[in-house]
Structures are given as structure tokens and as C-alpha cells.
């Protein structure tokens, strides 16, 4: 059975910094492209940033570019997204979330199957 | 690649048909997701490459469209189907979600 345990949410001050981890379980982690998803408060679903399977390249929203990094560590099967100069508009629930199907397996797999609990994350002086 | 998706709220009853429209801003081919999300809960995928049924989701959910015109159906509503759902287009990064459609109970 897929998991995805995300951790470190909390509250930061505006212009703070955080990591968050999302540790997995259950499947082959370093087949599979993993994205970070958020929801604000009340709101829809934003896709934040995107990783490929062997963690070469990475994509970001414009909206975090330049602020939030994204990583994983196939060693320990594990995503990271470090977020720093945060904002009020950053405050969500952050979802890490696995690519549909493989790039070895798909032309296309960017869909999400499995995903995370969710952690919390507030920006907020 | 903007998601507009129709309508933002659906009041329906248990047995109904239900129809919602995802509809992007330029070509997006067959990438199209849909996700079904009940309150304080992870999004869940029900149809993917526009048309795929994922493993496990009720027959009665069904995709079909291309190009920039999609739609979800729900042949016949049951109570647990009552949730918002999302398109997500990934023909291209960045991914970009719908805005959501609340199912609700009339």
C-alpha cells in the first residue's frame, strides 16, 4: 500500500523560512515524479512544484519560483520542499503527491494517484 | 494553460445525473484528471488520460472530451458522492487545477 507522511508544517512569521518532508512508503519511489500540491483556507487545489524520478530536474509555479526549492532523496525515500521569504498568500495545507504512472511505463504519467495527509502551513505575524 | 470548469455549485439529489464541464485555454490533447475531495480529506483521482476509469472508482463515474472541451459524469448520484471536484490538465508543466465544483444536496 502507497503512503505519503508529510511533516514539518507550522506556524512561520512572514518572510520566515520552513521544510517540509513527505516520506514514502510502498512503491518504487525513484520510478516516479513527485509534486508538491497546495489549498488555501476555503480554496481550490494549486500545484506548487514537480521533481523528476531521478531528482535532475525540477518545475516550480510562478508563484513560488525563486523562493521554494524542491528535492528528494531517493536513498531515503524521501521529497522535500524548502520554502523561504514565506508570505501570508503561502498559508495552505501542503499535500506531497506521487506521479500517476511512471516515465518509464507512460508517455505521460503527470497525474497524481496517491497523495499525502496534507500538513499545514501558516504564515501569519 | 488556464481550467475553467462549470458550474462552481451543482444542488442535485441521490439518483441524478450529473455533468460537469472542464474547459482549458488551449490544447490539451487526452491530459485531463478528474478528482473527487470531501471536506479535510486528500484529493482522490477517479478518471484519468481523459477517459481512463482509475482502478477501484465506481463505473457510474465516466470522462470523455479532448482537445480544450472536457466533462465529468456521474450517471447516478450516490450519497457518498456528494464533494467537490477538480479537473487538472498535465499535458504541460505548470499543472493547473479547475476551480472545483461543489456537489451539493438539494
Known amino acids: 500500500e502507497v503512503q505519503l507522511l508529510e511533516s514539518g508544517g507550522g506556524l512561520v512569521q512572514p518572510g520566515g523560512s520552513l521544510r517540509l518532508s513527505c516520506a514514502a512508503s510502498g512503491f518504487t519511489f525513484n520510478f516516479y515524479a513527485m509534486s508538491w500540491v497546495r489549498q488555501a483556507p476555503g480554496k481550490g487545489l494549486e500545484w506548487v512544484s514537480a521533481?523528476?524520478?531521478?531528482?535532475?530536474?525540477?518545475y516550480y509555479a510562478d508563484s513560488v519560483k525563486g523562493r521554494f526549492t524542491i528535492s528528494r532523496d531517493n536513498s531515503q525515500n524521501t521529497l522535500y520542499l524548502q520554502m523561504n521569504s514565506l508570505r501570508a498568500d503561502d498559508t495552505a495545507v501542503y499535500f506531497c503527491?506521487?506521479?500517476?504512472?511512471?516515465?518509464?511505463?507512460?508517455?505521460?504519467?503527470?497525474?497524481?494517484?496517491?497523495w499525502g495527509q496534507g500538513s499545514l502551513v501558516t504564515v501569519s505575524s | 494553460i488556464q481550467m475553467t470548469q462549470s458550474p462552481s455549485t451543482l444542488s442535485v439529489s441521490v439518483g441524478d445525473r450529473v455533468t460537469i464541464t472542464c474547459r482549458a485555454s488551449?490544447?490539451?490533447?487526452?491530459?485531463l484528471a478528474w478528482y473527487q475531495q470531501k471536506p479535510g480529506k486528500a484529493p482522490k483521482v477517479l478518471i484519468y488520460?481523459?477517459?481512463s476509469l482509475e482502478r477501484g472508482v465506481p463505473s457510474r463515474f465516466s470522462g470523455s472530451g479532448s482537445g480544450t472541451e472536457f466533462t465529468l459524469t456521474i450517471s447516478s448520484l450516490q450519497p457518498d458522492d456528494f464533494a467537490t471536484y477538480y479537473c487538472?490538465?498535465?499535458?504541460?508543466?505548470?499543472?493547473?487545477f479547475g476551480g472545483g465544483t461543489k456537489v451539493e444536496i438539494k
Open positions: 487538472q490538465q498535465y499535458n504541460s508543466y505548470s499543472l493547473t
Open positions: 488551449q490544447s490539451i490533447s487526452i491530459w
Open positions: 503527491a506521487k506521479d500517476g504512472c511512471s516515465s518509464t511505463s507512460c508517455y505521460n504519467g503527470r497525474y497524481f494517484d496517491s
Open positions: 488520460k481523459a477517459s
Open positions: 521533481v523528476s524520478d531521478s531528482g535532475g530536474t525540477t
